[in-house]
């Protein structure tokens, strides 16, 4: 791979294909995500390729500018300019039903491999070369196994580590516990051995402790938010805003500017919801996205909706979970980040039983819809089946099976990809979405 | 009563039967998906272990539980559950070893009732916390089913259980060893019978089965005509005849395999020495080549290739190999990324590639037998 190029952020939107930003915090997203990329070119400082895995505050402390494919490919969707990079990693044998996100993702290094230089079509710039590429297997087999074959266009050092959650049946004994943070631990502890010998110097501890506790206040006010919002009638922040808005809480974690946009976030949220200030005039239909990655490349389908006077007031994909309670003697900031992410577990188990599905609800999704159908006032659930994405798509007729079980409420699923534009059927996507409408029209009719 | 070969294609045509007559006899049988539980633990705690399946016949049930976008083997795995094919198991070991099977653990928990269940979780890394982690979670298992067997395990019982089913290991790759001969005196078609037979009976049957029939093969039975293709085939989960038996109607000796039902069970044994728990994490982890499993790179890509991907071409050579076919089932995402990378490899080596890509259902068998004769023409 050659030397990159000074960045020019030339690339023309082909055609508008994002939805419309009802609030003030979800327009600040755009610019937000540009400059990661831009920066990762700038700054002067070592870039790594991350996969999104919850540890943003150890790039932040060691100084590192992380820049995630995953994002990076969204971006390309998004722009309709990410088949280029999937023809030419299927033209090295990588099955089109592999994750499309990886499929950018090895498409983009083989096409700056081939041109000498970064693609020209590449959005913001193009994701700057890295010291380090670093995956792991929480969410999905594709986090770890995509990075590894990267070594096929580029020779950078790469890392890989496990993220396991516990079943809910022995979530909460002692022992299964001790087990599962001290293995957690250990991986956290040998990314930052790799992250210290690759940088020839150690991790600033008092620096990450502070970085960490700031990650947890910025967590606690992006569920609240999403929460308030959720709740609300009206609902002043729908679901393609909460698609924007997660995006510093995944890849600015621990930096000020990302507990600053939570904070504004919420602050928005609350004045709106106090003032109730909606979205559309009228929520006709609260609808529930309850599963599967957004269509990134057709974003606007969201106003198609929002015009049929329904509104996605919620979406489960993209979810924070109930925030733990971190005691703080717990003072080793690896420790912390640990523990919180096992009290969120046991969080979820206790969600679970609530709904008298202790154990059942283990591995499927991301979010389970029911938690929220009553809460939320929800009318419809609709579902994405992605036809790369088996970590959001496995499990959503389960979902569907369960919500048919308890509720009335009609669900539906629709089918494309979160990237790959081939997959997508406008018309068929807008039939299905109307008959959908018609259901709920009758439902209302009929006063159920 | 059958004998060898006779009897591994009985069992194989009614793969349930045995189990069900143990079960009326009073045992409990203990079902389990995919090749990394141990198999040990479960015949120590005196129970009979059952390697579940799916078959070639259409899904009819599972897609009102399953999305038809995910690997189609679980699916059809679920589909037998969802029609009772299944009611015959006790209880279910259901192993994290890849997304599909993982996610798929709250459905057959559901919709497939059984007494006992219990979910291993398996780490994706090689690290010592990986291997120290993964002993704790056998542990786990193990008094889950010493409480369901009402049994004690012990240390002596485990280490007895650990032999016989390393016997059983060591027979099937002296049967497998045996394939190296021209022509082979087992077609491919048959070890995949061997093979599902042996995964479907107590393994001290499984043994006398196996000693039978190597006696059967080494000592003039008819075996397949030689063919000029002597072909490797790799791939995850094959549990019908129906493809190696379309490679060898083809015009070829399917003499050695890569798959999880064949050679990635069975070819490293369980250490003897010193904790048996241990040495079952070090096998599971450490020794089945699945690419679930990360492998850390040691240096070079080259270097990270040959610690990934060296043993196909050592079976290649050793088996005297002309031709590989990668036969990989659609959805299964882990093999998905590393066939290019195995397709590269092994031709880099000089050994030819077919490379397939099915629904696990084959329907598009017409369409893969013209493709492999044209393989097959260009190898020749």
């Not at chain 1, 003697?329 to 599905?357: H, Q, S």
């Not at chain 1, 079980?405 to 089918?415: A, G």
């Not at chain 2, 993964?134 to 542990?139: C, G, I, N, S, V």
Request: proline share 6%; aromatic share 12%.
């Amino acid at each position: 791979m050659s030397e990159q190029k000074n960045p020019e952020v030339t690339q023309e939107v082909p055609k508008r294909t994002s939805a419309k930003k009802w609030t003030e915090s979800a327009k600040k997203v755009r610019g937000l995500v540009r400059d990661m990329y831009v920066r990762a070119f700038t700054e002067g400082k070592p870039v790594a390729w991350v996969m999104f895995t919850l540890v943003n505050e150890l790039f932040v402390a060691m100084d590192i500018v992380p820049v995630y494919p995953e994002n990076f490919a969204g971006l390309c969707a998004t722009k309709r300019v990410g088949n280029p990079f999937i023809d030419r990693a299927e033209a090295d044998g990588f099955s089109n039903v592999s994750c499309s996100y990886a499929r950018i993702g090895l498409g983009y290094a083989a096409l700056w491999k081939d041109m000498g230089e970064i693609p020209p079509f590449a959005p913001d710039g193009g994701m700057a070369k890295p010291i380090m590429t670093v995956g792991s297997s929480l969410v999905c087999d594709t986090r770890y196994k995509w990075f590894q074959t990267y070594s096929r266009y580029m020779d950078v050092p790469y890392y890989a580590f496990d993220m396991p959650s516990p079943p809910a049946a022995t979530v909460y004994r002692p022992d299964v516990r001790e087990q599962y943070i001290k293995y957690n631990l250990a991986q956290l502890q040998g990314l930052v051995n790799f992250m210290e010998e690759r940088l020839g110097k150690k991790m600033d501890w008092d620096k990450l402790d502070e970085i960490v506790r700031r990650g947890e206040k910025t967590y606690v006010l992006w569920y609240d938010a999403y929460m308030l919002a959720g709740r609300a009638v009206p609902c002043p922040f729908p679901a393609e805003d909460s698609f924007n808005c997660f995006v510093p809480a995944f890849f600015l974690m621990g930096k000020v500017e990302a507990l600053d946009f939570y904070q504004g976030l919420y602050d928005e949220i609350k004045y709106k919801v106090d003032n109730k200030m909606g979205s559309i005039p009228e929520e006709k239909y609260r609808l529930l996205w309850g599963g599967g990655l957004p269509p990134w490349h057709t974003m606007q389908i969201f106003n198609y909706v929002e015009e049929q006077g329904a509104l996605f007031v919620f979406q489960s994909t993209y979810l924070p979970l109930r925030p733990a309670d971190i005691p703080d003697r717990i003072t080793n900031p690896l420790e912390r980040m640990v523990y919180g992410r096992y009290e969120t577990a046991i969080n979820r188990a206790e969600d679970d039983k609530k709904l008298g599905l202790f154990g059942l609800c283990n591995f499927v999704g991301l979010g389970n819809p029911l938690l929220f159908v009553d809460e939320f006032k929800v009318d419809g659930v609709v579902m994405h089946w992605l036809r790369s994405c088996r970590g959001t798509t496995i499990g959503q007729v389960y979902q569907k099976n369960l919500l048919e079980e308890r509720t009335s409420i009609p669900t539906l699923f629709l089918e494309s990809d979160m990237c790959d534009i081939r997959d997508y059927f406008e018309a068929d996507w807008k039939m299905k979405l109307n008959a959908l409408f018609e259901t709920m029209e009758a439902r209302k009719r009929a006063g159920s | 009563m059958a004998k060898g070969l006779d009897w591994a294609k009985r069992l194989y045509e009614n793969r349930s039967q045995r189990a069900k007559e143990l079960r009326e006899e009073g045992n409990k049988v203990i079902g389990y998906i995919c090749a990394f539980p141990p198999r040990e633990l479960i015949t120590a705690a005196g129970l009979v272990p059952y390697r579940i399946t799916g078959t070639l016949e259409p899904i009819t049930e599972a897609d009102a539980y399953l999305e038809t976008l995910m690997c189609p083997y679980v699916r059809s795995c679920l589909d037998l559950g969802i029609k009772k094919r299944y009611d015959f198991l006790d209880g279910m070991i259901w192993p994290h070893t890849c997304d599909n099977i993982q996610k798929t653990f709250d459905i057959w928990k559901h919709y497939v009732p059984h007494s006992y269940f219990h979910y291993l979780d398996v780490p994706h890394m090689p690290d010592p916390s990986s291997f120290e982690f993964f002993t704790k979670e056998l542990d786990v298992l193990k008094e889950s089913l010493e409480e369901f067997g009402g049994v004690k395990i012990t240390e002596e019982c485990l280490k007895e259980a650990i032999g016989v089913h390393n016997e059983n290991r060591a027979l099937l790759r002296q049967l497998t060893g045996l394939r190296k001969q021209a022509p082979p005196p087992i077609s491919g078609t048959e070890m995949t019978q061997v093979m599902m037979a042996a995964m479907s009976i107590p393994v001290y049957e499984s043994n006398e089965m196996l000693k039978n029939i190597i006696e059967e093969v080494s000592t003039g039975k008819d075996g397949p005509q030689e063919k000029t293709a002597r072909l490797l085939v790799y791939g995850c989960e094959i549990d019908d005849i129906a493809f190696i038996n379309l490679v060898e109607e083809c015009g070829a000796n399917v003499v050695i395999d890569d798959l999880c039902m064949g050679t990635r069970d069975y070819w490293k044994d369980v250490a003897t020495e010193g904790d048996p728990l241990k040495n079952l994490a070090d096998r599971i982890l450490g020794e089945i080549m699945c690419p679930r499993t990360f492998r850390r790179s040691p240096g070079t890509r080259q270097q990270d290739l040959d610690n990934r991907f060296s043993y196909i071409r050592d079976f290649a050579q050793e088996f005297n190999v002309n031709g590989t076919i990668l036969y990989i089932i659609r959805y299964c995402d882990t093999f998905e990324f590393d066939a290019p990378e195995v397709r590269d490899y092994l031709e880099e080596a000089g050994i030819p590639v077919l490379y397939l890509e099915d629904d696990y259902s084959l329907t598009s068998i017409q369409g893969f037998k013209t493709r492999i004769q044209a393989f097959l023409e260009m190898i020749e």
